[in-house]
Structure formats: structure tokens, C-alpha cells
């Protein structure tokens, strides 16, 4: 039982290059989300599903996309990358009304 | 928007002590505030859940309220251990929105 997976833990891209995080989860979970975390600034949501083939827009989704086509895999898109983009990644899920589990996190790094 | 605040971004407390960290929410009430561990380098843990109509809830040596009135949601670590030194996040969720919206966070340092 691994939980919350992430993929890949580190990247590094450079500006105008795309990219897909990939979150794996084997928990049944029906709600999945993905963070990003910046110094001084918390967890800011980017994109959440409330199940398999939903998705809707967080606090911050700009710049990003993402597709549930399986229950257990939520994928994050950069299509062109920005140094804005500089963050650590996370995923997460859960229930809606109990916990949410996270991953390990992506350290991303756009120069 | 709902918000949720950590006015505090740190809080220094004496080992043995208890630390109170606070969380306050704006507009309507949550469903559920949750309160997560984050250390370095890792992900965010889950610690403790409090419902709406729920005042107090305990666990081993963690307690956290909420109360309505005030529009916030109280932390306390009893008997700290320099262990008990990290990130501590409060979260909001349900009550009409799906997401899981989390504060700034309080870094908590226990000093032996």
C-alpha cells in the first residue's frame, strides 16, 4: 500500500518547455489536489477533482491543466513552463469530509 | 473567497510547556477544520479533524477547538517535546466547497 505517489521527485526545466506531474494514488480516494508551495506563501490549491473524469479550478490555476481519467491517477500539465513556476508540487487525496493524504512532493525548478 | 489565517508565523515556546496555535476563517463557517504536521522536505500530515457542531477534540496529547462565534479554531500541544518542532497547518473544507484550503502555517520551535 504506497499511499500517495508522486512522479518525478526533482525536475528541472527551462523556460518554454512542457512537463506532466503525475500523482498515483491507491487508497480509493474520490477527491484528488494539487498544491504548490512557495516560501512565505503556504499551500495554494492549483486544481482539484471531486472524481474520475471532473476537474475544477483552485486558487491558482493559471499557467497549468490537469486530467482525471482514471480514479487513481491525477495528472498536473505545464505546457510552457515560467520561472514563475518555481515551486515544490504537491498531490493529494481524500474524501472530501475526513483527511487528506500527500504525497512526497516535486521539487520544480524553471530557469 | 473563504479564507483561513495563521496570524502567527512562528512561535517560540520552553519544552515541557503547552503551545497554542491559532486559526481563524472568514465568511461562513467550514464543515470541517483539519490540522496537518508539515517538516521539512516532506508533505503535510494529518493530525487532528474538528467538526462545525463538534467544540473540543482530543488526541494523546493534542487538543484543538472550534468555536463559531469567534470564527476560530485553537491548537494546543500539551507537555511540548523538542519532537513536537515543525510546521503545524490548519485547513478548511466542506460546507458547500469541495476544496481543502489551507492557512500559511505556524512554525512551532520547542526549546529544551
Known amino acids: 500500500n504506497a499511499g500517495v505517489t508522486q512522479t518525478p521527485k526533482f525536475r528541472v526545466l527551462k523556460t518554454g518547455q512542457s512537463m506532466t506531474l503525475l500523482c498515483a494514488q491507491d487508497?480509493?480516494?474520490?477527491?484528488m489536489y494539487w498544491y504548490r508551495q512557495d516560501p512565505g506563501m503556504g499551500l495554494r490549491l492549483i486544481h482539484y477533482?471531486?472524481?474520475?473524469?471532473?476537474?475544477a479550478k483552485g486558487e491558482v490555476p493559471d499557467g497549468y491543466n490537469v486530467s482525471r481519467l482514471k480514479k487513481q491517477n491525477f495528472l498536473l500539465g505545464l505546457e510552457s513552463a515560467a520561472p514563475s513556476q518555481t515551486s515544490v508540487y504537491f498531490c493529494?487525496?481524500?474524501?472530501?469530509?475526513?483527511?487528506?493524504?500527500f504525497g512526497q512532493g516535486t521539487r520544480l525548478t524553471v530557469v | 473567497s473563504q479564507k483561513i489565517e495563521q496570524n502567527s508565523e512562528a512561535l517560540n515556546i520552553q519544552e515541557g510547556k503547552t503551545a497554542t496555535l491559532t486559526c481563524n476563517y472568514t465568511?461562513?463557517?467550514?464543515?470541517?477544520l483539519q490540522w496537518y504536521r508539515q517538516d521539512p522536505g516532506r508533505g503535510p500530515v494529518f493530525l487532528l479533524l474538528?467538526?462545525?457542531?463538534?467544540k473540543e477534540k482530543r488526541k494523546e496529547r493534542l487538543k484543538v477547538t472550534f468555536d463559531t462565534t469567534l470564527k476560530q479554531s485553537l491548537f494546543h500541544i500539551t507537555a511540548s517535546q523538542p519532537a513536537d518542532s515543525a510546521t503545524y497547518l490548519c485547513?478548511?473544507?466542506?460546507?458547500?466547497?469541495?476544496?481543502?484550503?489551507f492557512g500559511k502555517g505556524t512554525k512551532l520551535s520547542v526549546i529544551p
Open positions: 493529494a487525496g481524500g474524501q472530501g469530509s475526513t483527511e487528506a493524504f
Open positions: 477533482s471531486v472524481g474520475e473524469g471532473t476537474t
Open positions: 465568511n461562513y463557517s467550514p464543515a470541517y
Open positions: 485547513a478548511r473544507s466542506g460546507a458547500g466547497s469541495y476544496q481543502l484550503t
Open positions: 487508497m480509493n480516494h474520490e477527491y
Open positions: 474538528i467538526r462545525e457542531n463538534e
